[in-house]
């Protein structure tokens, strides 16, 4: 299985951009534009996804949108 990490790593370092790797696992500007019912001003994204958003089987990215709504992806 391919480590995205190090693939990640191993392929931009190079090239200075290491330190703008987006998180495959969290995008916050995702998370805040669809999940407009909350005040973001008061509360921290990526703690709220842990903390409720998991559990109201909400996404953190649109990879795992399209995964559920595309089952054969």
């Known amino acids: 299985m391919l ?19 987006p998180d495959f696992r969290f995008d916050l500007d995702f998370y805040r ?5 909350i005040n973001w001003a008061e509360i921290d994204a990526a703690s709220h996804f842990e ?3 998991r559990i109201e089987g909400r996404v953190a990215t649109l990879y795992h949108s399209l995964r559920r709504n595309h089952k054969n992806l």
């Open 3 to 21: 480590d995205l990490d190090a693939f990640w790593l191993r392929n931009v370092t190079p090239h200075g951009l290491a330190e703008n790797r």
């Open 33 to 37: 534009k669809l999940n407009t019912d």
């Open 51 to 53: 903390s409720h958003g």
